[in-house]
């Protein structure tokens, strides 16, 4: 990290994964982040006796999380303007989340 910013995931191939899809994230917000876990690669994911066959989807690479968490939506949050760009920052943030969508349906969020 340097400046509040994550400027490296290394060593590569650092996974995050949870078993439950961002759509039903909110339905039980705290049993949602109490599934959430960093491990050092996909095969212990796998091989987690936590892990819930057909969740896969859930693995996602720490490298994307942090370049998620790294925009402005998420670093700018305390600053007095922040609403008056919110807006701004969303559309910051829909190529990466687009990049994450697009190879796991897991990460879809409800439908309006």
Do not use: C
């Amino acid at each position: 990290m340097k400046d509040g910013l994550i400027k490296s995931t290394e060593p590569g191939g650092l996974v995050a994964y949870t078993s439950v899809p961002y759509r039903q994230w909110f339905d039980d917000f705290p049993y949602t982040m109490s599934t959430m876990n960093l491990f050092r690669s996909e095969e212990h994911v796998r091989n987690w006796s936590g892990f819930k066959s057909g969740t896969e989807e859930g693995i996602v690479e720490l490298s994307v999380l942090a370049r998620l968490f790294s925009v402005n939506i998420m670093t700018r949050r305390l600053d007095p303007d922040y609403i008056s760009h919110l807006q701004e920052y969303r559309a910051a943030r829909i190529p990466i989340w687009a990049e994450i969508v697009k190879k796991r349906p897991f990460w879809l969020p409800k439908a309006p």
